[in-house]
């Protein structure tokens, strides 16, 4: 065939051709000779796909996705890394030279993640080896933080400590990332792969959202765990499904490798980078819960028990925000709420000293992306809140501001849509001073794109950020998403058909809220009060009057996908 009839590749036939070449894992003496020659000499493959390995993004140029083609944006000079901690357990030493690579290298600025992971921005191709060679000095890695891998395994926060757990789940949740991370046998998986454990009864990690969820429950006197497999948001949101078995504690390491195995060996999934995830075995390709326990079970050497009675948890917020009482005599755990995760290395500096002076130097970071400070002496918990208060971290504050999460947004990430971060905390300061005293928790939770890392489909409110034009522009908007749940009443957010410019989101918040609390009954929450009013009834609560619905994205033209036109 002549060279100019050549096949182009496809996104995802490139992907798998260059994982099938290397393993980006081995391969770290790349990066280390691309920071000695500089920005200019760093290679394609790697900005675009290899450097994920290793936690490291190309950072985008502040404009997202309509600064590009193709529904991505253009890169800068610039990378962002994550940093994973598995179970979100981190020690004073630990955090406090997180804080001093913030610090030095990204600008004095960083983010918790919904998946206990801590962000960094602004680094350049320079600062790469020595952030990862601090790192590793103490026990850290940005390694399989990103990448077609097993993503940051993550728990309970206060695994070990909590009064009311089933099981300390965490040293599972360590095993199971020191099995996989790293291992090559599982570098290459068709896309990312998220895993969660815990013994928490509140199920506080997301298990319903993860690829992988192991719930702890006691069966006959025994405690084990629950499966759950294929949960995941982006565009096509899932919530994962319960198989019949009850895996004992000891089972658990050879359960969650044999899954993940089942997950790599799927060619079918590699064809296309957007049907890549576990979830589409169901969604796309006929797959039942009886058919993958059948396909689990053929690949064990043992025999998996019939799965356990379980009861869900009931509650809105997981996040462990607040005092808690930890079951070791005299200790507590205070949670600090980190408004949207966005943290400064000086805030990281600060939380490790208060950590060892109050307590063990314990930390624990959550999926609510908020920091816990762990042993803490009962009778010093309120001077603790005071000196939190005085860094910026509140332990108290309102459900707007403890309800609140958000993505990178444009501001670094080249897929998004819309700014988020500082849009989140107007949003925050809005509602607080519009509903003083609103007396129910509330999950908002803010996207910049349909890839959905906000996790709005899993929200009381979500809104998913789009463009609009408007005077012959393109300006931020979001779309409503209401009712979204995990726990007993798990369930995906239903598109309202309500869309809006950012700048009158409040607006409609307010008058959605102002609604609730006018027509709710005796004792009736926010979830349930949407459940009992139609998609027609909601659109016109938000926007004030009534209102035709609108597509969550038009037909895609001459701006990316999921650009409104």
Known sequence: MAEGNAIKETKAQRAERLKREKNPWQAFDEVRAFARAGRSSVLPEWASLYFKWWGIYTQGDGVGATGGKGGEGLASDYFMMRIGIPNGIASASQLRVIAQVTKKFARNLADITVRQAIQLHWLTIESLPEVV??????????????????????????????????????????????????????????????????????????PEINDIGL???????????????????????????????????????????????????????????????????????????????????????????????????????????????????????????????????DQLESAADLADRFGSGALRTTVSQNLLFIDIPSNKTAALIQELGQIGLQVEGSSFWRGAIACTGTEFCKLAITETKGFTRWIVDELEERLPGFDQQLKLNVTGCPNGCGQHWVADIGIEGKKIKHQGELIDAYYFCLGGAVGQHAAVARPVGYRCPAPLVPDAIERLLREYLADRWPDENLRAWFSRHSNDELRAHLAGEILAAVERDVPTGPVPHGVAD
């Open 215 to 345: 719930t702890a429950v006691k069966h006959d006197g025994q405690v084990g765990y629950t499966l759950r497999v294929g949960g995941g948001l982006s565009r096509e949101p899932h919530i994962a499904v319960r198989l019949d078995a009850f895996i004992l504690p000891h089972q658990a390491v050879a359960v969650v490798r044999v899954v993940t195995e089942i997950f790599r060996d799927q060619q079918g999934l590699r064809e296309s980078r957007e049907r890549a995830r576990m979830k589409y075995l169901f969604l796309k390709e006929g797959w039942t819960a009886e058919r993958f326990l059948a396909e689990l079970q053929s690949r064990l050497d043992f025999t998996l028990l019939p799965g356990a009675q379980e009861q869900a948890p009931n509650d809105v917020f997981r996040d462990h925000a607040g005092i808690t009482r930890q079951r070791q005599a005299g200790l507590s755990s205070v949670g600090a709420s980190v408004l949207r995760g966005r943290i400064t290395g």
């Open 133 to 206: 060679d601090a790192l590793t000095a103490v026990g850290l890695s940005p390694r399989g933080a990103c990448g077609d891998v097993v993503r940051n395994v993550t728990g309970c926060p206060l695994a070990g400590v909590a009064a009311d757990e089933l099981i300390d789940a965490a040293p599972l949740a360590r095993e199971i990332s020191q099995l996989l991370a790293g291992n090559p046998e599982f570098y290459n998986l068709p896309r990312k792969f998220k895993i969660s454990v815990t013994g928490c009864p509140s199920w506080c990690s997301n």
